[in-house]
């Protein structure tokens, strides 16, 4: 009880001493009722993340329908492409976007904007170059990725397509990031909202209407992603907005915390494209393109579905951060547990949907191979498994991030995605068949949850109690 006390009236003098200094954006962060203010946060995120996932799906639906199996088999094997241009737009953005947070609990705007600024050119300097390199070894980065004769043309032909105009894709990215935290979620759902639906009505013009095959679905992707930008753009002009273009100065320091900050969300989803390989390396190993194409399917699914989760960490992220920099630990740790609510509530509505429609969700790709259909339905029963697990462990790695607990965020997402997935990817099927494929994901997830819940119990370092939480593990550079 006195712990809480202290808690409160710390909290108290942090809001007397800096809310005549706020804007109405820091005030509202500051004072507004937990739970209005979360999902304030989560519907927009959630919505703008809904809405690119249907685009997702669509988009596999389409080039299924409309172009053919082994073109959806070639698309998925260029996503890892798709992944890690995401990965590096998460990475610079996500670090960039809790120091921004951090800088403004802190009532420093200056500081902010020279975050802003330097993560936006950090990330186009990093990904202009690995696009230079992308273009040059194509063919070999498709054939490492798991294509075969009969796929690559599919995959060459949407790689190149999305390699040369890869750099617009993570603008916007960075861009709706940054506009979350600058206490606009709406905007930043409204311009994901206008890339997926537009997409979605391109891919249908160019793959239906122009008979333009799988360039079509990349084209839709790249035309519908610069429009969406076009949209963000306005955030500019709002009159309360804090986030603003200024001088550009690259500062070691600033740079360097960036870097580290947003290392948990490269590797979230950079181990979505190491997911991806391996799957896709396993299951031709294993069971052949018989098994290439149902986890095509899956993965197209899967991809819909984790949408959602970082829906409910990019709603956290911004308050977390916010609240840390502001010293107002009460708060942000109501904010932690509403969000490790959604993340289990949506994990299992996502089992009981697979479960529930599995044969539903197989149609909309136009399978018509009864034992395609039959494995992919085999994985949908065992794969989803892991979506009840899933949500649990992103939000923690999600908040532990926001707070600057990198090595703890790092080590949750390398446990479920690499340390435990990848021998798993081997010893299930080695020693148990080739059905036991879809359980690595479940059953590294799984793991996960079981040990974070026996350190949270047992380490002090992975509580998130205020008195924990009084000296950063990333030390907070002047920008």
Request: contains cysteine.
């Amino acid at each position: 009880m006195t712990n809480t006390n202290n808690m409160n009236l710390n909290e108290n003098r942090n809001e007397s001493n800096q809310i005549n200094n706020q804007d109405q954006t820091s005030i509202d962060l500051r004072t507004k009722d937990t739970k209005k203010l979360y999902f304030s946060y989560l519907v927009p995120s959630i919505l703008g993340m809904l809405l690119m996932a249907i685009n997702i799906l669509v988009d596999g639906i389409f080039v299924s329908n409309g172009i053919g199996t082994e073109a959806l088999a070639g698309i998925n094997i260029a996503v890892p492409i798709f992944s890690v241009l995401l990965s590096i737009s998460l990475w610079i953005g996500m670090g960039g976007a809790t120091l921004y947070s951090i800088a403004l609990g802190e009532n420093k705007p200056e500081k902010a904007r020279s975050i802003f600024t330097q993560s936006f050119f950090l990330a186009m300097i990093i990904v202009g170059t690995l696009i230079i390199v992308g273009l040059w070894k194509q063919k070999e980065i498709a054939y490492l990725f798991g294509a075969s004769d009969e796929i690559f043309p599919y995959v060459k032909d949407y790689l190149s397509i999305i390699l040369l105009f890869g750099i617009i894709y993570v603008m916007e990215n960075i861009l709706s990031i940054f506009i979350r935290n600058d206490g606009n979620p709406k905007l930043a759902m409204l311009g994901l909202g206008i890339t997926a639906i537009l997409n979605i009505v391109f891919n249908y013009i160019f793959i239906f209407m122009m008979d333009m095959g799988v360039k079509g679905a990349a084209y839709g992707t790249v035309v519908s992603t610069a429009i969406g930008f076009i949209v963000l753009l306005s955030h500019f002009a709002r009159k309360d907005s804090i986030l603003r273009f200024t001088s550009l100065r690259f500062k070691s320091t600033t740079i360097r915390d960036i870097l580290q900050i947003g290392l948990p969300s490269f590797i979230v989803e950079a181990s979505i494209a190491v997911t991806v390989i391996a799957y896709n390396i396993t299951f031709m190993h294993f069971v052949g393109e018989m098994g290439v194409t149902a986890y095509a399917v899956i993965n197209y699914v899967h991809t819909v579905f984790i949408m959602l989760f970082i829906g409910v960490g990019a709603a956290l992220q911004p308050l977390v951060s916010f609240h840390h920099g502001a010293n107002l630990y009460g708060r942000l740790q109501k904010f932690v547990r509403l969000g490790l609510g959604t993340g289990i509530v949506l994990g299992i509505g996502i089992l009981l949907t697979g479960w529930l429609w599995a044969e539903q969700i197989i149609s909309l790709f136009g399978v018509t191979s009864e034992s395609v259909i039959a494995y992919t339905k085999q994985g949908i029963s065992l794969f989803f498994i892991g979506y009840v697990f899933l949500g649990f462990n992103l939000v923690y790695a999600e908040c532990f991030q926001a707070i600057e607990k990198i090595k703890l965020s790092s080590a949750i997402i390398l446990a479920r995605s690499l340390i435990l997935f990848l021998p798993l990817l081997w010893i299930l099927p080695t020693y148990f068949g080739s059905d036991y494929i879809w359980l690595a994901f479940p059953v590294a997830e799984g793991i996960t949850t079981l040990g974070l819940i026996i350190a949270r119990m047992t380490t002090k370092s992975m509580q998130l109690a205020p008195e924990d939480v009084t000296s950063h593990s990333v030390g907070r550079a002047e920008a």
